[in-house]
Structures are given as structure tokens and as C-alpha cells.
């Protein structure tokens, strides 16, 4: 009877089965696409994505220029004595917020973006030219403290012979008071000149090993002196064939930048000069205007802060370029 009941089930799994085969749909297995037509259709698709990739590198963004017009930076300032602490003193403030507007999106930074800080004293007898270069900065954070220490490092660097001079020179600095001399402390004097002189001198070494910039350069963060505020701008631009400055009797951004290039030969990229929180001078605007060709941009009838123009110069950019950006 064992043997009987297992001939009887086995019968009933292979009617079942026929019965099963029959009842699916007859398309199913001649509509299945072969093994060598689904290898093949797979590396149709690697190839289409290779063929993108390669088309998005090609598109190379158009280098841009941030260039903003600093005005009544002090010698102390110029050199990195400043306290990130304290960034309203000297208005380095907006130095940073600017950096952070012109080089940072969301989720990434901008590589073709470079901001420079034209940094002008108050006699204009030379101009320092900072400059920040998104591709290879590094250590930069979109925070204001961050960015105000790369740059305190980068400009102290570029300045170590005098900073001992300038922080013996900075206001409220407290001075010892000077010792009334007479006759008897001359010789005291004489013989203590030398001993004094090396433990001056041991003392400047010790201090400015303390501070930022003798750890040396930021890389991607250029510090650069010139002798005048169009050799600076010349040095800033350099790569751009077209530049805008941005001010409220200007065009529209569709006007301004759809033009094409002012000077092809200097490249295809776009200079974006705008001031700090006091403005452009007239000097300057004739400077850029008349020596640079550059083209009067508005972005609205209403007062704006410099990093904010900055943002929106970059939207209007971005528009150009078809959403193509670093």
C-alpha cells in the first residue's frame, strides 16, 4: 500500500504541473528577451553613461571673478592684527560673509569662483590684493570665524618682517612707563645695553613664533602687495573678458550679462566688482568704467549688503550659464 501512495502522488505533481504550464500565458517565455540580448542592452546603457559623463566634464564652467572693493583697512588690518573675536573692528566682518557668499553653495562650493578683497588704506598709497581661490582653498568653512582665522594666517604670513613693529604700534596698546634716569644709572645702563638687546630680541623671536602666520602659507589663499589700485584690479581680473560692476543705475541682469564679451582676448570670464559697506568710490567707478570697460548692473531699486549682491550676481550667472556651475 506504501509502494501504491507514493506512484499516486507523484502521478498528481506531474498532472498538476502540465496543467499549470498550460494555463500561463503564452507570451511569457518567447516575449522573455534572450541572455545575449540582455548583455547586450546592459552595456548600451554603460555606454550612454559613459557618453554623459563625458559630456558634463567637457562643460567646463566659466571662471568668475568676485572682486570687492575694501576701503579703510589700517595698516594693523592689512597685516592680520585683528581679533576673530572682534571682527566688526575694521569691518572684517564683511571680508568674511563675502568669501562665504562668493565661493559656497548648499552642498558643495563654487571651484570656479575667486573672490578677491582689494584692501585700501586711507592715504591709497598701495593696495593689497587677497585672494581666495575656490578650486584649492582648503580648511575654509562657511563660518565667519573660520574664514577670519585662514585669512589672519595668509595675511600675517605675507607680513612677518614687520609685525613686531606693528603690534608695538597698535592702539591701546598699553607702554611701560619710562624710568626716570639720572646719573648713576648711566653706567648701569651701558653695561646692561647688550644683555638687554639679546633678551629683546629673544623675546620678538618668541612672539612671533606664537602667532598664525609663522605656521606659514593658506594654501589656495594668495596674498599679493601693489603700488596701485589698477595694477591691483589688473592683477584680479586677469582671465576675464568681461567685467560688471554692480550699482543701482545700472541695467538688468538679462541686459548686462546675455552681452558678449567685452575683451574675448582676456578670457571667458566674468569679473563682479562690488563695494564694502561704504560703497564705490566716484574714482573707482571711472577706474573700472573707463580703464576696464566694465557695465553698470542692478540688482534691484532697494539697498542691499554686499554678500547678499554677491549671492544674487552668482543666481543671475547661474542662469546664464544654463545651470552650469563649479
Not at 568668475?64 to 576701503?71: A, G, L, P, T
Not at 563654487?110 to 580648511?139: F, I, K, M, P, Y
Not at 582671465?239 to 550699482?247: F, I, N, P, R
Request: proline content about 4%; hydrophobic content about 35%.
Amino acid at each position: 500500500h506504501r509502494g501504491d501512495g507514493m506512484a499516486a502522488r507523484a502521478a498528481y505533481l506531474a498532472v498538476h504541473a502540465s496543467t499549470s504550464a498550460l494555463n500561463r500565458p503564452h507570451g511569457h517565455l518567447a516575449n522573455r528577451p534572450s541572455r545575449a540580448a540582455r548583455r547586450h542592452r546592459t552595456l548600451a546603457r554603460c555606454d550612454s553613461n559613459v557618453n554623459n559623463v563625458s559630456e558634463q566634464s567637457s562643460a567646463t564652467p566659466r571662471s568668475r571673478s568676485i572682486v570687492v572693493m575694501c576701503h579703510h583697512v589700517t595698516p594693523h588690518a592689512r597685516a592680520g592684527l585683528f581679533s576673530p573675536a572682534n571682527l566688526l573692528q575694521g569691518r572684517v566682518d564683511v571680508w568674511c560673509r563675502c568669501i562665504t557668499a562668493g565661493l559656497y553653495l548648499s552642498d558643495a562650493i563654487r571651484t570656479n569662483s575667486t573672490v578677491h578683497l582689494v584692501l585700501q588704506s586711507d592715504d591709497l598709497a598701495s593696495c593689497r590684493l587677497v585672494s581666495v581661490d575656490g578650486a584649492t582653498v582648503e580648511g575654509l568653512a562657511p563660518a565667519e570665524r573660520t574664514v577670519a582665522l585662514l585669512l589672519q594666517r595668509a595675511m600675517q604670513h605675507a607680513s612677518l618682517d614687520e609685525l613686531p613693529t606693528l603690534a608695538r604700534e597698535a592702539p591701546g596698546r598699553r607702554r611701560k612707563k619710562e624710568k626716570a634716569s639720572s646719573v648713576d644709572d648711566d653706567d648701569d645702563d651701558a653695561n646692561n645695553e647688550g644683555k638687554s638687546t639679546r633678551n629683546a630680541e629673544r623675546r620678538r623671536r618668541g612672539w612671533l613664533a606664537g602667532q598664525p602666520g609663522s605656521r606659514g602659507p593658506v594654501p589656495g589663499i594668495a596674498v599679493s602687495d601693489h603700488h596701485s589700485l589698477e595694477r591691483a584690479l589688473a592683477w584680479a581680473m586677469r582671465g576675464c573678458g568681461a567685467v560688471t560692476l554692480l550699482d543701482m543705475d545700472g541695467d538688468d541682469a538679462e541686459t548686462v550679462l546675455g552681452r558678449d564679451l567685452d575683451d574675448p582676448n582676456e578670457g571667458d570670464g566674468t569679473a563682479v566688482v562690488v563695494g564694502d559697506d561704504g560703497g564705490l568710490t566716484q574714482a573707482e567707478r571711472q577706474t573700472l568704467m573707463f580703464n576696464h570697460g566694465a557695465i553698470l548692473l542692478t540688482l534691484g531699486r532697494r539697498m542691499l549688503l554686499a554678500s547678499h549682491c554677491v549671492v544674487l550676481a552668482h543666481s543671475a550667472l547661474d542662469e546664464r550659464d544654463d545651470g552650469v556651475v563649479g
